[in-house]
């Protein structure tokens, strides 16, 4: 079975402007999940979808968006970056049942300059 | 605001020996509990779950799940050079929040 992937796999973007990343889920999960991974503040939740209804949402400013389409696969939007919007981008593929177990794609390394 | 917390390390052992790594979490109505490994430059890797007390086995990790102490744990018995990484402890709340809280990981050094 396929794993979750993301793409692109690296970006290098300036200030200001806007990126979209993309990930498709495992065959058959209907929840993505995105994270942003910095190495001071760790794993942070950014949102959950199941199909296509957001259904958890961190707190992150509303420059940072998502959606899911009808076949599971998922992108987010940063808009007008910050220099602190440099991360890893983590996309998790979940059933989005009772236990919730989480499988990460390689995810994005996003570079603002 | 819900936390989960790990020593941050590093923890370093000796090869054959075990590793043990500590999670706290503040959430009392969490569910769920999981250990992701994630090497240096690549992205986590589910190697446990545990949802309910005492002991779970698979190769050589156990996980332990203490929702009383609200503590759980990872031992990784016979600890391989290959073990070296960061281990994050996760928590899911359970009900409608899908999202899990991670701590900030454990860096785990196995020496030769």
């Known amino acids: 079975k396929a794993g979750v992937t993301q793409t692109p796999r690296y970006l290098i973007k300036t200030r200001g402007q806007q990126v979209t990343l993309s990930c498709s889920p495992i065959?058959?999960?209907?929840?993505v999940s995105w994270y942003q991974q910095t190495p001071g503040q760790g794993l942070q939740f950014l949102f959950e979808?199941?199909?296509?209804?957001?259904?958890n949402k961190g707190n992150f400013p509303g420059r940072f968006s998502g959606r899911q389409f009808s076949n599971s696969r998922s992108e987010m939007n940063v808009s007008t970056l910050e220099l602190g919007d440099s991360a890893l981008y983590l996309c998790?593929?979940?059933?989005?049942?009772?236990?919730?177990?989480?499988?990460f794609g390689p995810g994005t390394r996003l570079t603002v300059l | 605001q819900k936390e989960v917390e790990q020593n941050s390390g590093p923890l370093s052992v000796p090869e054959g020996a075990i590793a043990s790594l500590n999670c706290t979490y503040s959430?009392?109505?969490?569910?769920?509990f999981f250990w992701y490994r994630q090497y240096s430059g690549k992205s986590p890797e589910l190697i446990m779950s545990?949802?309910?007390?005492g002991d779970k086995e698979d190769g050589r990790f156990t996980a332990q799940l203490n929702k009383a102490s609200q503590y759980v744990s990872l031992l990784i018995r016979d600890s391989q050079p290959s073990d070296s990484a960061t281990y994050l402890c996760?928590?899911?709340?359970?009900?409608?929040?899908?999202?899990?809280?991670f701590g900030k990981g454990t860096l785990l050094t196995v020496n030769p």
């Open positions: 998790a593929s979940s059933s989005g049942q009772e236990y919730n177990e989480q499988f």
């Open positions: 065959s058959g999960h209907r929840s």
């Open positions: 979808y199941f199909s296509e209804t957001q259904r």
């Open positions: 959430d009392r109505g969490s569910q769920s």
């Open positions: 545990i949802y309910s007390n």
């Open positions: 996760a928590v899911h709340s359970g009900g409608s929040n899908y999202k899990l809280t």
